[in-house]
Nanobody
């Protein structure tokens, strides 16, 4: 089993910054792509940013230039630096990892989610 534990959410004023972290633990062979998704009330979950094991990145248009995804492969951790936050960024943010298990099967693992609220 693989556990993803997120941290760093909270309440911030518009224009502020937050940094989310997600650490993977458990037994696995490798983590391929890792990413952040978000889900606002009444809306579908959407991709925010994704980073490959080779650190290639891709972002939703709505966050380009404001958010930066990075990872520390040695610590099995992915980060999301969020700057110039807007009320529209308010959502529960979920960490995702594409896991290669010890039997070399692949599966998705999800964190429990962390609330980000942007409000004055």
């Amino acid at each position: 089993q693989v556990q993803l534990v997120e941290s760093g959410g909270g309440l911030v004023q518009p224009g502020g910054s937050l940094r989310l972290s997600c650490a993977a633990s458990g037994r696995f062979f490798r983590l391929n792509a890792m990413g952040w998704y978000r889900q606002a009330p009444g809306k579908q979950r959407e991709l925010v940013a994704i980073i490959s094991s080779a650190r290639r990145t891709n972002y939703a248009d709505s966050v380009k230039g404001r958010f930066t995804i990075s990872r520390d492969n040695a610590k099995n951790t992915v980060f999301l630096q969020m700057n110039s936050l807007k009320p529209a960024d308010t959502a529960v943010y979920y960490c995702n990892a594409q896991v290669v298990g010890t039997t070399l099967s692949t599966f998705d693992s999800w964190g429990q989610g962390t609330q980000v609220t942007v409000s004055s």
